[in-house]
């Protein structure tokens, strides 16, 4: 049996000392079935109290990810429906896609929405009345189709058939995402659409959270293990991180039916997402925006966390009996951003270009005819012109000239003869 966590056992005794309802639940429920007792985060994340108010009825979530098996006790009723959108698998997206991550859908599907057998025993999902979609897509050499393309295709299908949660257990381990993913998550916002997404995990190579987890709007989940402390394998770290979960000690029903333990931010996400289905299903009132906002809003404070969002936890530990219960006030934003803001400030370089500017051509007047050409003279005699314009005037201004001179010395000359005359004889 796995250990409670130390923080989120807290929650669980809270919830007794604060004089819940003590109504048996409204479900078929065993909480000491080895395998129910055996998830922590039923009882650790205020699940089981959540119960008592939802169980998801009227709520769909589509599960983007390898295809969710067909096991009957698990999903028998769940699935409304489903597509491939990898070229690989099965037009009803049940199929398992790819040989390595051929069960990961199943077990993402089985937190979220597993139905657990009817006598209350058997992994059973935090909404359990909550309904499906399979959007099933393979990774690397499993899809012969993009994977930008089909993350955009299956965005675009899960909204067109009716979800109210989409699910994305899966990261690019870069910062930035292909342009045609603004159009499809703009999409999925505009259709009032909760996005949940993974953040990523060390221990396969994720150091910082990558796309789609930093895309403006979503809903990022980091892990914890089971005493609430941020998982040093089993998540990553980045800004974008908005709510914690259990990623640690985690089960999941395979696409052959068989209960598998797992951990990674892959199977927190799902709890979230449940949560999220558990909010739309007691408050169908409120939009996208004011669901991410409870989760955040009613989350369980971490000791030594002292500014929120951390980059570790994001705003706490998930806490379903308060998201889904407390008293939260409204918000009229998105607190996880405006994915449509960042678009108009960051894709602007890659705007279609202005049209090319209508030019009217201006009527201009033809110049005068050319003067007709003089007849050809040697360029040692003057001509008319040249005598008129050069020569005359050169004469007229140089003889007064010359002869100014002349008078002058001419005086000069008179004084200096003078001056000797009457100088006295010694």
Same mark, same amino acid.
């Given at each position: 049996m796995l250990r409670s966590t130390v923080a989120f056992a807290a929650v669980a005794a809270s919830v007794l000392l604060t004089g819940?309802?003590?109504?048996?639940?409204?479900?078929?429920?065993?909480?000491?079935?080895?395998?129910?007792?055996?998830?922590?985060?039923?009882? &650790? %994340?205020? #699940?089981?109290?959540?119960?008592? +108010? *939802?169980?998801?009825?009227?709520?769909?979530?589509?599960?983007? /990810?390898t295809g969710i098996g067909k096991v009957p006790l698990t999903f028998g009723d769940a699935v409304l429906d489903g597509t491939d959108v990898s070229g690989s698998g099965s037009p009803d997206g049940r199929s398992p896609v790819g040989a390595i991550d051929g069960d990961h859908g199943s077990w993402v599907?089985?937190?979220?929405?597993?139905?657990?057998?009817?006598?209350?025993?058997?992994?059973?999902?935090?909404?359990?009345?909550?309904?499906?979609?399979?959007?099933?897509?393979?990774?690397?050499?499993?899809?012969?189709?993009?994977?930008?393309?089909?993350?955009?295709?299956?965005?675009?299908?899960?909204?067109?058939? &009716? %979800?109210? #949660?989409?699910?994305?257990?899966? +990261? *690019?381990?870069?910062?930035?995402?292909?342009?045609?993913?603004? /159009?499809?998550?703009?999409?999925?916002?505009?259709?009032?659409?909760?996005?949940?997404?993974?953040?990523?995990?060390?221990?396969?190579?994720?150091?910082?959270?990558?796309?789609?987890?930093?895309?403006?709007?979503?809903?990022?989940?980091?892990?914890?293990?089971?005493?609430?402390?941020?998982?040093v394998e089993a998540s990553t770290q980045g800004i974008t991180i908005a709510i914690s979960a259990p990623s640690e000690g985690l089960l999941g029903v395979s696409a052959d039916g068989t209960l598998t333990s797992w951990s990674g931010t892959s199977g927190a996400a799902p709890i979230v997402a449940g949560v999220a289905a558990l909010i739309r299903s007691a408050h169908p009132e409120l939009d996208a925006a004011n669901v991410i906002?409870?989760?955040?809003?009613?989350?369980?404070?971490?000791?030594?966390?002292?500014?929120?969002?951390?980059?570790?936890?994001?705003?706490?530990?998930?806490?379903?009996?308060?998201?889904v219960s407390a008293s939260v006030s409204l918000v009229?934003?998105?607190?996880?951003?405006?994915?449509?803001?960042?678009?108009?400030?960051?894709?602007?370089?890659?705007?279609?270009p202005l049209p090319d500017p209508e030019v009217t051509p201006i009527a201009v007047e033809p110049l005068p005819a050319a003067d007709p050409p003089t007849e050809a003279g040697s360029p040692l005699v003057p001509s008319v012109e040249s005598l008129r314009y050069g020569t005359l005037p050169l004469i007229a201004l140089t003889v007064p000239g010359i002869l100014i001179g002349l008078g002058v010395t001419a005086a000069a000359r008179r004084i200096r003869t003078a001056r000797k005359q009457s100088t006295p004889a010694p």
């Open positions: 819940a309802t003590a109504t048996p639940p409204p479900i078929p429920d065993k909480p000491t079935d080895p395998v129910r007792a055996a998830e922590y985060w039923l009882d &650790g %994340a205020g #699940i089981r109290q959540a119960w008592q +108010t *939802t169980r998801g009825a009227g709520v769909t979530i589509a599960i983007i /990810d599907a089985s937190l979220a929405a597993g139905r657990g057998n009817a006598d209350g025993t058997g992994m059973i999902g935090v909404a359990p009345e909550a309904k499906l979609l399979s959007v099933s897509v393979g990774f690397g050499a499993a899809a012969t189709v993009p994977f930008v393309q089909q993350v955009a295709d299956g965005v675009r299908w899960a909204v067109d058939n &009716g %979800a109210d #949660i989409i699910n994305m257990s899966f +990261t *690019t381990n870069t910062l930035d995402w292909d342009p045609s993913w603004d /159009d499809a998550f703009l999409y999925a916002y505009e259709h009032d659409v909760v996005i949940v997404v993974a953040a990523g995990n060390r221990g396969s190579g994720t150091d910082v959270v990558g796309a789609p987890a930093t895309i403006p709007g979503v809903l990022t989940v980091g892990g914890v293990d089971q005493t609430g402390t941020a998982s906002n409870r989760i955040i809003k009613t989350a369980i404070p971490v000791p030594g966390v002292t500014k929120v969002p951390d980059k570790l936890y994001g705003y706490g530990l998930l806490d379903a009996s308060r998201a009229d934003e998105n607190p996880m951003g405006d994915l449509a803001e960042w678009v108009r400030l960051y894709r602007r370089a890659e705007a279609e």
